[in-house]
């Protein structure tokens, strides 16, 4: 509880400097000037695209716990919506707990499992950010020390997901294991043995070819969808950026909320944004109005479902700040609405 506490104070404080630095030699009134450029249809258009990408999220969340039960949307749908509700209410994405335990309350699918099925979500997320971040990097033309630790930041994800799509193969795994019993007492190694195996129950989506496939076209759209929201707003608000420019704001977006943060991401959502806009020669003021537009469209949607669902749906909603606090992390990843 303490380590989580601690989290939550490192990750306000990330959150008041970021969000220094963005408020930093700003005019408010030109801030305000460009949030009014944005019409109407445009954004309702971008609110659309942010509601349809939550939605795919549901249906993809399905898929990676098919193996383990095959659950409806009128199951799926109230959770994963009342799970990203606390993901952007919750500091130090404490929130990203709620998902597991709203899942175990209500079905038959047990926490590690489900939690294994995040983390799996999450891993395919971040390598559809590398392949974008990839995509990126040679035309940003950045100075050689960050384009190398940008390339040291791929590399390093590349290795990490590998490793633990590898450990859900059950024949890796088991050798894997048969080193840790030759260093660890009997007792220790059966535990471990047991927790992993649950946990990566959770990942048997990946046993599957015709499934994964089916998991990165889903992928695919709901990260086209986040592009298609970020484009549509750069056209109304009078900015010539076109898709170079809202890939990289997309990424570095979800990297900045990947940090630590504060409740609703705020101070680490918009200080990204002006960073990555500032790459193509967007003036602070209007980079600042934009990232402010966009993160309270992202948040309407994502409070306005989750609270739909707490109210009309009959979910045991158990889940609390002092239950997060006291639960292991699933570990950060891009997530947030059209972002993730």
């Known amino acids: ?47 659309f695209l942010i509601f349809g990408a939550q939605l795919l999220r549901s249906f993809r969340w399905g898929l990676l716990l098919e193996p383990l039960e095959s659950l409806s949307q009128r199951l799926l749908l109230p959770i994963t919506s009342i799970g990203f509700l606390f993901i952007w209410i919750l500091p130090a994405r404490l929130g990203e707990v709620a998902r597991p335990y709203l899942l175990q309350q209500n079905s038959k699918v047990g926490l590690s499992p489900a939690m294994g099925s995040i983390v799996l979500e999450r891993l395919i997320d971040s390598t559809f950010l590398v392949l974008l971040l990839t995509i990126c990097l040679p035309a940003l033309r ?31 795994r088991k050798r894997v294991f048969q080193v840790f019993f030759k260093v660890l007492p009997p007792a220790w190694s059966k535990f471990l043995t047991r927790i992993a195996d649950t946990f990566y129950s959770g990942m048997q989506a990946v046993m599957s070819f015709k499934r994964l496939l089916a998991i990165f076209a889903l992928t695919s759209i709901i990260w086209g969808a986040a592009l298609g929201s970020f484009l549509v707003l750069f056209h109304s608000m009078d900015l010539k950026l076109g898709l170079l420019a809202a890939t990289t704001v997309l990424v570095l977006t979800c990297l900045g909320i990947a940090l630590p943060a504060a409740p609703g991401f705020i101070g680490n959502y918009h200080y990204a944004c002006i960073v990555a806009m500032g ?11 934009y990232a402010i537009l966009m993160h309270f469209l992202v948040i309407l949607i994502l409070v306005a479902m989750g609270l739909f669902f707490i109210n009309v749906s009959k979910l045991k909603v158990s889940f609390s700040l002092r239950s997060a606090i006291d639960s292991p992390s699933t570990g950060s990843g891009p997530s947030g609405g059209q972002q993730d």
């Not at 950045?142 to 590349?158: E, Q, T, Y």
Request: no cysteine; aromatic share 6%; glycine share 6%.
């Open 1 to 47: 509880m303490t380590k989580n506490l601690l989290k939550i104070i490192i990750s306000i404080a990330v959150s008041v400097i970021a969000g220094y630095l963005a408020l930093r030699n700003v005019q408010l009134n030109d801030v305000i000037a460009g949030i009014r450029k944005a019409d109407s249809i445009s954004v309702a258009i971008v609110l």
């Open 142 to 172: 950045l100075p050689g020390l960050i384009l190398s630790a940008f390339k040291g930041f791929v590399f390093i994800l590349l290795a990490v997901v590998l490793l633990v799509l590898l450990g859900s193969l059950p024949n890796f």
């Open 279 to 289: 790459l193509f020669g967007v003036a602070k003021d209007t980079a600042l109005a």
